[in-house]
C-alpha cells in the first residue's frame, strides 16, 4: 500500500528536471570518467601524494554524505556518485603537498571536504538545491583558512614514488610577482612555456596543470551532450579576450591569451566546475552571461586582484547571479497569451 | 497605559535570554555580532555595553511612560537611547580606552539597533519600572550570552587563543576570525542553539503526555 502511494506521489523540484535516480548516477560517473585523464596527468607528475590527496577527499566526502544523511533520517544516497564527484572536484583542486606530516598539513582536505559536502551541499537541501559549487567552497575555505600550506606547489617531477618533493611557483605566481618576461626566462622560451602549459608539466593544483588532458575530458562531455559550448566557451572568449587587450601592461592589444587560458584552474574551472548543472543557469542566454561574467571575474582578479588565480572565487561570485539569470532569460513559454504590454507594441 | 505584566520576574528574565535571544532567535542585530566577535573580549564589551544601555534604556522609558505624549513617543525614544549610549561610549573611553579604540565605532550603532528600540516601544513604554527592568536585563543578558558564545568560539578556533592569551598551539581555522568565518560561526552556533532548544521542547512535551497519561 504504502509503496504505491510512494511511487505516485508526484515531487516538484527545481530545474534541471531530471527523470529518474538512474539518470543522476549515470551523469556523476561519467563526470567523473571525463575527469579521469586531468587527474592521471597529476598523478604522473606529481605522484603518489596527489593520489593520496584526492582519495581521501573522495573517501570523506563519500563518508561524510552517508553519516550526514544517517544523521538527518535520510535515505543514504551514496551510490549516486555525486559525493564521489565532489571528492574527486575538490582533491583535483588542491595542491598536492598537502600530504605532509610536517608541517601537519593532512586534516586540511578533510576539513575542506567537509564544508564541500555537509555545510555547502546537505545543509541547503543535498544535491540539486546547493547555491554554491560544493568543490569551489571547500576550496575557498581551505585557502583562506590555511593560505600557506595551500600555496605550497610541488615541481613537477614525473616520478611516481617521489615523497619529498621541492617546491615552486606556478605559472601565474611568477607573472604576478615577476612579469612576463621572467616567467618565459624561467621556462627557458615562448614554445617550450606553451608545450608545459599544455602538457601539466608545471606548478598547480592536482587536475589543473594538463589543458590537453582537461580538454579531452571536456570535449567527451560535450560530445555526449552532458554540457553544451556555451559556458565554457563564453567563458574562454572573454578571459582570452581580457587578457589579450589589457594583459601586458602599459600597452593595448598585446597581451597573451593563450598563457592565461592554459595557467591556473582556468580549463578545469570553465569545463568542469562553471558547468555544473546545479549552480549554472539552465537558460542558453542566461549560460552565455554566466560565462562571460566569469571570464571577466577571473581576468580581474589576475590582472588587478590580490590573488594570482581568480577562477575559484569568480565562479562562485556567478553562482549567487545564476537564478536570478535563469529568471532574466527565460524563454517564453510555447502557446501563452500574450500580455497587454506586448500586444500595445 | 499600564497593563501589567502577569508574568514572574524570573520568567520575564530568562524569556530574553532562551525563547526571544536577539541573535539566536530573533536574528536581529547581526551586523555588530559579526563585526567585533573576532575576539572574546571585544565581544564581552560590546555584549556588556548593549545590557548596560537596554537596561538603562527600559527603566527610563518605563519610569518617563506616562508624561511622553504617543505621538512624539519614537524621537522621546531614539533621544533617551542615544544618551544612554553616549554615557556608555565615554564610559569605555575613559576605562576600558584599548577595546573602545577597537569597538567604539560599533559602541555609537547601538543608538540603532532593533532590539532596543523594539523593547523600549513594545515593553517598557506599556510596563512597570521593575518588570521593564527585568525585560531589559533579560534581553541584554541574552545578548551578552551571544556575543560571548560566539567570539568564545571564534577567537578559540579561529586564532587559537583566548582573551588575547594563547591556548592552542596547532594552526588554527584562520577563517573563522575573518568577516566571512563570522556568518558561519552565527550560523552554526543559531542551529545548535535552536537544536537544543527544540530537543529540551521535545522533552517537555513527551513529560507532560507521559503525566497526562499516569494522571
Known amino acids: ?345 | 497605559m499600564s497593563s501589567h505584566s502577569t508574568v514572574s520576574l524570573k520568567d520575564q528574565i530568562l524569556n530574553g535570554i532562551i525563547k526571544e535571544n536577539t541573535i539566536f532567535k530573533l536574528a536581529l542585530s547581526l551586523c555588530p555580532s559579526i563585526a567585533v566577535t573576532n575576539n572574546l573580549k571585544n565581544g564581552v564589551f560590546m555584549g556588556g555595553a548593549v545590557l548596560f544601555v537596554q537596561v538603562m534604556v527600559n527603566m527610563t522609558i518605563s519610569l518617563m511612560r506616562n508624561v511622553i505624549h504617543p505621538k512624539v513617543r519614537l524621537p522621546i525614544f531614539m533621544l533617551v537611547i542615544s544618551g544612554w549610549v553616549t554615557v556608555t561610549q565615554m564610559l569605555m573611553a575613559a576605562f576600558a580606552p584599548d577595546v573602545y579604540a577597537k569597538v567604539g565605532l560599533y559602541i555609537a550603532l547601538i543608538v540603532a539597533f532593533a532590539s532596543i528600540l523594539a523593547r523600549a516601544e513594545m515593553f517598557a513604554s506599556k510596563n512597570r519600572l521593575m518588570p521593564s527592568m527585568a525585560d531589559g536585563l533579560g534581553m541584554g543578558i541574552g545578548f551578552l550570552f551571544a556575543l560571548t558564545t560566539i567570539s568564545f568560539f571564534r577567537e578559540l578556533v579561529g586564532k587559537g587563543s583566548l582573551w588575547g592569551y594563547p591556548i592552542i598551539d596547532t594552526k588554527p581555522v584562520l577563517l573563522l576570525i575573518l568577516p566571512a568565518g563570522g556568518f558561519f560561526a552565527v550560523g552554526i552556533l543559531m542551529a545548535g542553539f535552536n537544536w537544543i532548544n527544540a530537543r529540551a521542547a521535545a522533552k517537555a512535551a513527551a513529560k507532560a503526555k507521559a503525566a497526562l497519561a499516569a494522571h
Not at chain 1, 601524494?49 to 544523521?71: D, G, M, P, Q, R
Not at chain 1, 532569460?329 to 507594441?345: D, L, M, N, Y
Request: glycine share 10%; proline share 4%.
Open chain 1, 1 to 345: 500500500m504504502e509503496a504505491t502511494k510512494k511511487e505516485h506521489e508526484l515531487i516538484v523540484s527545481v530545474s534541471p528536471h531530471v527523470k529518474s535516480e538512474e539518470t543522476t548516477s549515470r551523469i556523476m560517473w561519467t563526470v567523473s570518467l571525463a575527469l579521469l585523464p586531468a587527474f592521471l596527468s597529476g598523478v604522473y607528475f606529481f605522484g603518489l601524494k596527489a593520489l593520496f590527496i584526492t582519495a581521501l577527499c573522495v573517501v570523506s566526502a563519500v563518508v561524510f554524505e552517508h553519516f550526514y544523511l544517517k544523521l538527518v533520517n535520510k535515505k543514504s544516497v551514496v551510490g549516486d556518485g555525486s559525493g564521489f564527484l565532489t571528492g574527486l572536484l575538490l582533491g583535483m583542486n588542491l595542491p598536492a603537498s598537502l600530504w605532509s606530516f610536517s608541517p601537519f598539513t593532512v586534516h586540511v582536505p578533510i576539513i575542506a571536504t567537509f564544508v564541500a559536502v555537509v555545510i555547502t551541499k546537505q545543509l541547503f537541501g543535498g544535491l540539486g538545491y546547493n547555491v554554491f559549487n560544493p568543490a569551489l567552497i571547500g576550496r575557498a575555505f581551505a585557502l583562506i583558512s590555511w593560505p600557506r600550506a595551500m600555496t605550497i606547489w610541488m615541481t613537477p617531477t614525473a616520478s611516481f614514488l617521489t615523497m619529498d618533493a621541492k617546491t615552486t611557483a606556478t605559472p601565474l605566481g611568477i607573472l604576478k610577482e615577476a612579469g612576463m618576461s621572467e616567467l618565459i626566462k624561467v621556462f627557458g622560451d615562448k614554445v617550450s612555456l606553451y608545450e608545459h602549459l599544455l602538457t601539466g608539466n608545471r606548478a598547480g593544483s592536482i587536475g589543473e596543470t594538463s589543458a590537453i588532458a582537461l580538454l579531452i575530458g571536456g570535449l567527451f562531455l560535450l560530445y555526449k551532450k552532458y554540457i553544451t559550448w556555451h559556458i565554457p566557451v563564453s567563458f574562454l572568449g572573454t578571459a582570452a579576450l581580457i587578457a589579450w587587450v589589457f594583459g601586458q601592461k602599459g600597452a593595448l592589444f598585446a597581451g597573451d591569451p593563450l598563457i592565461h587560458l592554459f595557467s591556473g584552474g582556468m580549463m578545469l574551472g570553465a569545463l568542469f566546475m562553471a558547468t555544473d548543472y546545479v549552480t549554472s543557469p539552465s537558460v542558453r542566454k542566461a549560460q552565455l552571461i554566466f560565462g562571460a561574467g566569469c571570464g571577466a571575474l577571473t581576468m580581474l582578479i589576475r590582472l588587478k586582484g590580490g590573488f594570482p588565480e581568480g577562477v575559484m572565487f569568480a565562479i562562485l561570485i556567478m553562482n549567487c547571479f545564476a537564478p536570478l539569470l535563469d529568471r532574466g532569460f527565460r524563454s517564453k513559454v510555447f502557446g501563452a497569451v500574450k500580455t497587454v504590454k506586448e500586444i500595445k507594441k
